[in-house]
Antibody
Framework: QLQLQESGPGLVKPSETLSLTCTVSGGSISSSSYYWGWIRQPPGKGLEWIGS???????YYNPSLKSRVTISVDTSKNQFSLKLSSVTAADTAVYYC???????????WGQGTLVTVSS | DIVMTQSPDSLAVSLGERATINCKSS????????????LAWYQQKPGQPPKLLIYWASTRESGVPDRFSGSGSGTDFTLTISSLQAEDVAVYYC??????????FGQGTRLEIK
C-alpha cells in the first residue's frame, strides 16, 4: 500500500523560505508515468494545486506561485520536496503531497502538515 | 486556467434523502479523442486529506459506496448521493484534470445533515 508522509517545520517566519519533504513508502518514486504533487489548503478554505514533478524530473507549477516555488526529487531517498520562498501570512495552510498518473486525478494523498507563517 | 465553480456552497439534507452538488467548468473538459470527461470528485472530512470518489465524471473509485454517482459532460457536472448517510457529512470538491498536471479544484460544497 502506497503511503506518503509530509515533514518539515510547522512555523516559518515571514519573508523566509518554507521547506517541506514528502517521503514515499510502499512504492518507488521513480515509477514511470507518475506525477508527484503538492497541494495546499488555507484554514477553512479550499484546495490549491501548487505544483508537480514528473518521475523524470520535469516540473510544473501553478502560474500564480511559479516565481516562488521549487519542487525537486531525491530518488535515492524516495522523497520529493517543496520550497516556497518569500512567504507571507497568506501562505499559512495545510500542505499535502499526493500522487497522480498522467491525465488522472490524485489517488494517494499524505495526511497533510500545517505550516503557519508568523513572526 | 480552467475555473471550476461549484453550487451550492453549502447544503443541508435529511438522512435518507438525496443530495445533489453541481460543478461547472469555464471550458469543456471533454476530450473528443476518447470521449472522456476529465472531471473528478473528492470527499474531505475534518482533519483528513481529500478522498477520491469519482473520476472520468462518472466512474466510482474502488470501495466507494454505490449511493455516490456522478454525471454530466462538457462543462456541467453533478455529484449525487442517493440516500444520505451520517458518514457522508463532509466537504465535496470537483477537480478538472483535463490540463494535467495543471489542475484546478472547485471551491468546495459543505454537506450537512438537516
Amino acid at each position: 500500500q502506497l503511503q506518503l508522509q509530509e515533514s518539515g517545520p510547522g512555523l516559518v517566519k515571514p519573508s523566509e523560505t518554507l521547506s517541506l519533504t514528502c517521503t514515499v513508502s510502499g512504492g518507488s518514486i521513480s515509477s514511470s508515468s507518475y506525477y508527484w504533487g503538492w497541494i495546499r489548503q488555507p484554514p477553512g478554505k479550499g484546495l490549491e494545486w501548487i505544483g508537480s514533478i514528473y518521475y523524470s524530473g520535469s516540473t510544473y507549477y501553478n502560474p500564480s506561485l511559479k516565481s516562488r516555488v521549487t519542487i525537486s526529487v531525491d530518488t535515492s531517498k524516495n522523497q520529493f520536496s517543496l520550497k516556497l520562498s518569500s512567504v507571507t501570512a497568506a501562505d499559512t495552510a495545510v500542505y499535502y503531497c499526493a500522487r497522480h498518473l498522467s491525465k488522472r486525478p490524485f489517488d494517494y494523498w499524505g495526511q497533510g502538515t500545517l505550516v503557519t507563517v508568523s513572526s | 486556467d480552467i475555473v471550476m465553480t461549484q453550487s451550492p456552497d453549502s447544503l443541508a439534507v435529511s438522512l435518507g434523502e438525496r443530495a445533489t452538488i453541481n460543478c461547472k467548468s469555464s471550458q469543456s473538459v471533454l476530450y473528443s479523442s476518447n470521449n472522456k470527461n476529465y472531471l473528478a470528485w473528492y470527499q474531505q472530512k475534518p482533519g483528513q486529506p481529500p478522498k477520491l470518489l469519482i473520476y472520468w465524471a462518472s466512474t466510482r473509485e474502488s470501495g466507494v459506496p454505490d449511493r455516490f454517482s456522478g454525471s454530466g459532460s462538457g462543462t456541467d457536472f453533478t455529484l449525487t448521493i442517493s440516500s444520505l448517510q451520517a458518514e457522508d457529512v463532509a466537504v465535496y470538491y470537483c477537480q478538472q484534470y483535463y490540463s494535467t498536471p495543471q489542475v484546478t479544484f472547485g471551491q468546495g460544497t459543505r454537506l450537512e445533515i438537516k
